[in-house]
């Protein structure tokens, strides 16, 4: 599903094939065509190209005669493949009411003058263009209230995905519409695809640019609701980048302009599969409500318990895990689902995003959303269960 702004770059590339040096020559429609959907009884005079690809064609369109339900100007989308045109006028009638989804007003096969068979969809039309092009001719960050509202209107549109075990697999800048007044809209299901349990599905299509990393390499060969998940982080650094030029790393995150909390989210989003959150639900809940504050606990005994460090200690590492293992403690290098202590030195500055957002203190409020009981110890805390601070020789 394609719906552009004239004139810019859609998610497809606009040039002439190689060897044709006139660009109607690899028209699949004509401008000032006039083409009748036996559907609904309307007719659409064509358009400018907006953009082309492996999908087919997309053209501005004006709907000629009355309608109620069709607006007088639209995009048509071509294709001579079958299978993308019937997945995406699925879609279309799924998503038919969803006030964040681009609409799909009509559906009809054509013949073009060359006697071509074709696949039309006449979809909305997204005056601002897709959110690459957006960003890419004004420049300008969007303020974290902003990004904020529209990234949950995207996510309204795959959390009904998931919840039917529908996967997107492509929510790129070029997928994503600005309509007006800057409201972002989800467009092209043409590769969404059905999982029949949550290890995910097989991938065959993909935009290398905007999926994972080890989905890319093949180290995940399955596609699951957690991707989805780190492309809609890609879409939230963006937002907040003020660009989609490139892919958001980790190491950026630190620094962007917006609260810790967010940072947060989109460092979980873009992380390693393991950490990510697991659909657009627990996405959802993320950006609604910050974790809990990370408050120091208390406990009696370091015996017996499974403890790992962060943060600045006042002593080397080793030191501390030396004392810790003498008072009885099993120490660990890093927190895991066997963590119920955790000893908190003072705040290191390059923190992945921010003063509570390093790694380890993310994973320690990960496992406590999925349950595990973990106390927190300041320093001294820990000190006077060891015994003390060792003396230095």
């Not at 009884?41 to 501005?60: E, I």
């Not at 980790?250 to 917006?258: A, L, M, S, T």
């Amino acid at each position: 599903m394609l719906a552009a702004m004239p004139g810019h770059a859609t998610n497809a590339t606009t040039r002439a094939p190689s060897g044709l040096r006139d660009p109607q020559d690899h028209r699949l429609l004509r401008q000032h065509e006039v083409v009748a959907s036996p559907h609904s009884g309307l007719t659409y005079r064509v358009g400018q190209l907006l953009g082309q690809g492996g999908f087919g064609q997309v053209y501005l369109a004006a709907r000629l005669g009355r309608s109620t339900s069709v607006p007088a100007t639209v995009c048509i989308k071509v294709s001579p493949h079958i299978n993308g045109w019937l997945r995406e006028a699925y879609f279309g009638q799924l998503l038919g009411d969803h006030p964040r989804a681009i609409q799909v007003f009509d559906t009809f096969p054509l013949l073009n003058k060359s006697g071509r068979t074709l696949y039309a969809l006449v979809l909305e039309y997204a005056s601002e263009g897709d959110l690459s092009a957006f960003l890419g001719r004004s420049g300008r960050k969007w303020s974290e209230t902003t990004v904020r509202r529209e990234i949950a209107g995207i996510l309204q549109v795959l959390g009904k995905l998931h919840r039917g075990q529908l996967l997107h697999r492509d929510l790129t800048p070029l997928n994503v519409f600005v309509c007006q007044g800057r409201r972002l809209k989800l467009g092209d299901f043409g590769i969404v695809r059905s999982q029949t349990d949550h290890r995910g599905i097989t991938v065959h299509t993909l935009n290398p640019h905007m999926a994972p990393s080890d989905i890319v390499d093949g180290a995940a060969p399955k596609w699951q609701a957690r991707d989805d998940v780190y492309q809609v982080g890609q879409l939230i650094g963006m937002l907040v980048k003020g660009s989609a030029h490139a892919r958001v790393r980790k190491h950026e995150v630190r620094e962007f302009d917006c609260s810790d909390h967010l940072k947060e989210v989109i460092y979980r989003c873009i992380a390693e599969r393991s950490k990510r959150y697991e659909s657009a639900a627990e996405l959802i809940e993320a950006l609604s409500n910050p974790p809990a504050e990370l408050k120091v606990g208390q406990i009696r005994s370091l015996r017996g318990v499974h403890l790992t460090f962060t943060g600045i200690l006042s002593v080397k590492r080793d030191v501390a895990a030396k004392a810790a293992r003498k008072a009885g403690a099993k120490v660990h290098s890093g927190p895991s689902v066997r963590t119920s202590v955790v000893v908190r030195g003072k705040p290191n500055k390059l923190q992945a995003a921010g003063r509570d957002a390093g790694r380890k203190l993310m994973e320690i409020k990960r496992l406590r959303e999925k349950g595990h009981r973990i106390v927190l110890l300041n320093e001294s805390q820990f000190w006077r269960l060891a015994g003390g601070v060792p003396r230095r020789s």
